[in-house]
């Protein structure tokens, strides 16, 4: 999705043609893994994290390309809308220092956008969703990123649904939005982590990191205030689901699995996920001079197909294939100690979780998934299985299980937690103070977007972690 196309519209032609491409490219794809041709040593880790801009009022500021020009570096890309921009972080060898390099890399980079930023008279955010945005601020001829990609995938999407695309969260408040574009994707901000696995331990690590997503969503939401309504602890999740939902009427009747989804089933094999890729019609048929085992328009085409625990194929330096996992079910924020802290807990709780390869499929994925979105609703109060089938409030799994879990993965596989990381989230989650509870105790108090996001960065300067923010 990063990359951009130049093509105004597509033909049936284009279809048929990317079609053909994607057929020859997974076939490559099954000979790989039939002939395991992948790296079966090395462990990476790396990031993407995306960015919300602001005006001195707190309001959102129009400015990611003005910002990119005065930065000036090829790791920081645009997003779908102009108050967005995305760090795409370097990846990192396990060993010992591998938290103390991600964090040095992530704040030069950050402190980098920042000094940008302020040049364009903007403020650089970590927020799952920033709390100032209202309806306005979601018109497309006005905030959205004028590249030909997004003009595409807007119009893509509306074509496939045709029907305005629907977004209904109910929480402590109830929000129902209808609209004719994709803007209401730029509502959620998130936190990527890309772990590199060995071939033989990917399969284990995927089922490890459906566990780790819904474990997560009880110990890091931040986006609970969706344009001054009270939705869900983690709201990202159910607005990203169906701000890219590309179903139309009768598909949603048939019960056709969206896009955006927690996964189908536990599998045998990583290419499981890629051939049920041809289960989504392409989004952006671009077709490109690229040989077959550049694998172009198989990861093109897997690009726009939002599973929260991603499979990857890539090429090393050497030119070796690869295989890693895009975790996206982390939002932003609120600050860089705490998205260090969720990076080496969703790390730790991975690693620590495949100890238990056995037990991670026992639970019905149906009742995994269940789990999943009832945590993004609430958050450390929800009531959810454990791996052993037993049903525990999240908020005891956190601390009698996944922490001390996290804490063993660090140390099998070798990494130091120098920081005090999982320190940070045990706190966090023994307080009840995660981004989205302060949030709503500011709203409560002030019902103000604006100053909201205004006090909310005060606090975020400073770089404590959230449970220890003034109230």
Not at 395 to 418: E, F, V, W
Request: with cysteine.
């Amino acid at each position: 999705m990063g990359e951009e196309i130049n093509q105004e519209q597509f033909y049936q032609d284009d279809y048929e043609r990317f079609d053909q491409r994607l057929q020859l490219e997974t076939a490559k794809l099954r000979e790989l893994f039939a002939e395991r041709a992948f790296d079966n040593r090395s462990r990476m880790l790396g990031y993407e994290l995306e960015l919300c801009l602001t005006d001195s009022h707190g309001n959102p500021s129009k400015t990611n390309t003005e910002v990119l020009e005065t930065a000036a570096n090829p790791l920081f890309t645009t997003e779908l809308a102009r108050f967005n921009l995305e760090i795409n972080g370097n990846p990192f060898a396990y060993s010992e220092q591998l938290f103390s390099q991600i964090e040095t890399d992530l704040g030069n980079l950050y402190a980098e956008a920042e000094a940008a930023a302020h040049s364009c008279h903007a403020e650089t955010g970590l927020f799952g969703v920033l709390p100032c945005l209202q309806a306005e601020h979601l018109d497309s001829d006005e905030y959205m990123t004028r590249l030909p990609r997004y003009a595409l995938l807007n119009q893509q999407v509306l074509n496939m649904r045709g029907q305005p695309v629907h977004l209904e969260l109910h929480g402590k408040d109830d929000l129902v939005i209808d609209r004719n574009d994709v803007m209401l994707e730029a509502l959620a901000t998130s936190l990527q982590i890309h772990m590199q696995c060995p071939f033989d331990d990917i399969v284990p690590s995927y089922h490890a990191a459906l566990w780790a997503s819904m474990l997560l969503l009880g110990a890091v939401p931040n986006s609970p205030l969706v344009m001054g309504t009270r939705c869900w602890q983690e709201s990202r999740i159910g607005i990203f689901k169906q701000a890219v939902d590309t179903r139309n009427a009768q598909e949603i009747r048939d019960k056709i699995i969206p896009r955006v989804h927690f996964g189908k089933g536990y599998i045998a094999s990583l290419l499981d996920l890629f051939e049920d890729n041809f289960y989504y019609s392409p989004i952006l048929p671009a077709v490109a001079d690229k040989p077959v085992d550049a694998l172009h328009h198989l990861s093109l085409h897997n690009g726009t197909i939002w599973r929260w625990v991603r499979p990857v194929v890539d090429r090393n330096k050497t030119g070796e294939y690869h295989l890693r996992l895009e975790l996206r079910v982390v939002p932003s924020g609120p600050t860089l100690i705490d998205t260090l802290a969720n990076t080496v807990f969703f790390v730790g709780l991975c690693e620590g979780l495949k100890s238990y390869a056995e037990d991670l499929t026992r639970v019905d994925f149906s009742a995994l998934e269940r789990d999943f979105y009832s945590a993004a609703r609430e958050g450390m109060y929800a009531r959810v299985h454990w791996i052993d089938g037993t049903q525990q409030d999240l908020k005891s799994i956190l601390l009698q299980q996944a922490i001390p879990i996290a804490r063993r993965g660090l140390q099998q596989t070798g990494l130091l937690d120098s920081g005090g990381w999982l320190d940070i989230i045990e706190a966090r989650v023994h307080s009840e103070r995660t981004g989205s509870e302060w949030i709503l105790q500011h709203w409560q108090q002030h019902a103000d977007g604006a100053m909201l996001v205004r006090d909310y960065l005060d606090q975020a300067r400073q770089n404590k972690p959230v449970h220890l923010w003034s109230r």
